[in-house]
């Protein structure tokens, strides 16, 4: 494939960082590709396994003649280090991140950029419970969506080339509002880690003696396998998609009562219709 | 491995009771195993697989002269086929369940039956979300615990040849009072279940045009990838173990206001510290 980006630098070189690094030069989308970080040992570990073809902790050094900038950084550190970024970069350069949260990012950056650098919000929708360079691999991205978040402020040329770039790994994307993204990640992602969180508290609240957790079964890792992700990482997020989080939490809350209410009750009839109506819809998921 | 049974009667040829045929035939502790049930089709089916040496519809026909009765039925129906099966089942002989309730079993059939039937409650804590002969496999059972809920009326020597049973097909053994039992499944299972149920009413309640179950990641599709299991199955289980349901609810419904009130107050380091010791936790579960 022609290159897309000639010098590609990717802040934060893990899961995220790192698996677009691999793919991208896997499909010739990039000539050169930066990690960008602040830990020596991390770049070091990234220019070993080939995710990079040089490394820098230098901002300046990094974006000097960057045609793109890939933040894929913690949610709740993209906005200041790209903000912080500004004065290094070259005009026009193409700016994108990997936030799982976008409304606050995409208002601030779009309120803070100056013209010339071409900001498109992205959220490519895949991860594991891994990270660091060693997690990274090329085919992350591969069917799955990205979704990009352009806004009025958004420049169609700087939305097609990320486009583009995404689906040259194996994505497929669509675009939606910030707010819109947000309400969709709270419902399909924000919450369930939260519930899968609540769920082993509340193992953890019965299992007294710690008897019960030896023969947990292979359905309750799978619901709570989230919950082994980075505590820091989901903190951020739920603080950052507060409003969105807060409300699929309530329409949660509401669900669980309406089941507890049927139990309580004994109507199970109505308890039925339900499980068979989530059934139904978890089968359209599946067969998507 | 010599025969822990001679003639083995297996109701419900399906995941939990194929696999204990086919994974009991290899290990050689039944010398032949029956298949009783309802449906033609299912028992054809299974004897075509090799899980049963004998089928038949019959109780009378299949109980005569077996030593093991082995009730892997819906949960709802093992209280009255037992019951049912009474006149015809041979004196000493050994009957336990697959039921994943355990207190109302336990109790009814310890009051139902006569006192020459060696009833052991159990639950093997394992299975997929398949269902039928053809689910069924040799390995199901391997490093999975089986649960056992012997009483002051259980036989000592029908609850030693039962655990001989499950741990020659690769079980772990634990014993527990039905009570406890319910206790423990209620919260690593049953809640799981009903949470993953509301995550995906929760999505259809947001995702009004059908948009947003598109891009689904996989840990949606982890964490509620039990809410396509049967909704009948599921309905009973919450009914048969109602109180313990309710229970385990409404400690995670604390849990989800506890997480929700960190959010609405700002106060992130007290969500921080409830998301670390959930991890610990679950991590504490993995490496078990």
Same mark, same amino acid.
Do not use: N, R
């Given at each position: 494939m022609k290159p897309i980006f000639k010098r590609a630098v990717i802040?934060?070189?893990?899961?995220i960082g790192g698996s677009l690094a691999i793919a991208g030069k896997k499909a010739g989308i990039f000539e050169t590709v930066v990690g960008l970080g602040r830990t020596k040992a991390t770049l070091n570990r990234a220019l070993a396994l080939g995710i990079a073809d040089e490394i820098s902790s230098d901002m300046e050094q990094a974006l000097k003649g960057a045609d793109f900038f890939f933040i894929a950084t913690p949610v709740e550190s993209i906005i200041s280090l790209c903000i912080k970024a500004v004065p290094f970069m070259e005009k026009g350069c193409v700016v994108t991140d990997g936030g799982s949260v976008k409304g606050k990012i995409v208002r601030e950056l779009d309120a803070a950029l100056p013209s010339y650098i071409k900001f498109v919000g992205g959220h490519p929708v895949a991860g594991t419970e891994k990270s660091g360079?060693? &997690?990274?691999?090329?085919?992350?991205?591969?069917n799955r969506y990205t979704i990009l978040t352009p806004t009025e402020t958004t420049d169609p040329t700087a939305l097609n080339r990320v486009t583009k770039m995404w689906e040259a790994v194996g994505s497929k994307t669509v675009t939606m509002s910030p707010d819109e993204h947000d309400e969709a990640l709270a419902v399909i992602s924000h919450l369930p880690h939260l519930a899968a969180y609540a769920l082993v508290e509340t193992l953890g609240k019965t299992d007294r003696n710690g008897e019960?957790?030896?023969?947990?079964a292979g359905g309750f890792k799978d619901i709570t396998r989230?919950?082994? &992700?980075h505590p820091e990482m989901w903190r951020d997020i739920f603080e950052m998609n507060k409003g969105e989080v807060l409300r699929s939490v309530t329409n949660f809350e509401a669900s669980m009562a309406g089941f507890k209410k049927d139990i309580e009750n004994d109507d199970f009839g109505s308890l039925l219709k339900k499980l068979e109506n989530a059934k139904n819809l978890r089968l359209a998921i599946e067969n998507q």
């Open positions: 802040a934060g070189v893990g899961l360079p060693d &997690s990274a691999f090329a085919t992350l991205y591969e019960i957790k030896k023969f947990v989230i919950a082994a &992700s």
